[in-house]
């Protein structure tokens, strides 16, 4: 998957702002933001940070989205539930999903259980990751090829028609 096509169409839905902290599978896009001038890309120490800064960016009439991994999401649950659900921040999360092809790969596997959780080689972090956004009321989407790539306009849709937010995650790493 191209980090290209998804730069465009962060770009075609007025995005002013990428909020995150890279990981292996987002490098590539990270890259393209950095050198991009069209969006200002706004690096984090910790991913709860995305939230609050993205929060702020859209009180001040900015379009931001987070772009973070899926263990950064996990870390950042109460800066999300403080700042984008209870002030109704309607923000796009573009979430790349860490362990999701070995989980992918064994469907036993996706059912939350102790059992599971410390089973190698599945990461714990790729099990909990569907049961966390929908206990945190995240709709999700998934963008797993480059034909995938306009559900991220469709996230922004929903975003705006719902004045939620909206995830959509990653599965492949981003090239």
């Not at 096509?5 to 933001?33: C, M, Q, R, W, Y």
């Not at 960016?57 to 263990?71: D, E, M």
Request: overall charge negative; glycine content about 8%.
């Amino acid at each position: 998957m191209q980090a290209q096509l998804i730069l465009d169409e962060l770009k075609k839905n007025g995005v002013t702002h990428a909020v995150g902290l890279p990981d292996n599978s987002s490098a590539k896009l990270f890259d393209l933001l950095a050198s991009d001038p069209g969006i200002r890309l706004i690096s984090v120490t910790r991913e709860g940070e995305a939230f609050a800064i993205a929060a702020g960016l859209w009180i001040g009439g900015g379009a931001p989205v987070v772009l973070i991994q899926n263990t950064g999401f996990l870390e950042s649950g109460d800066a999300f539930r403080g700042t984008i659900t209870r002030m109704g921040v309607p923000l796009v999360c573009l979430i790349t999903y860490r362990g999701y092809r070995k989980l992918a790969e064994d469907p036993a596997a996706r059912v939350l259980s102790p059992s599971n959780l410390t089973r190698a080689p599945l990461d714990s972090a790729a099990l909990v990751t569907e049961p966390t956004l929908k206990a945190w009321g995240l709709p999700y989407d998934f963008l797993h090829a480059a034909e995938d790539v306009p559900r991220i306009s469709e996230a922004f849709r929903k975003c705006a028609e719902c004045g939620h937010a909206h995830a959509v995650l990653i599965t492949p790493d981003l090239i």
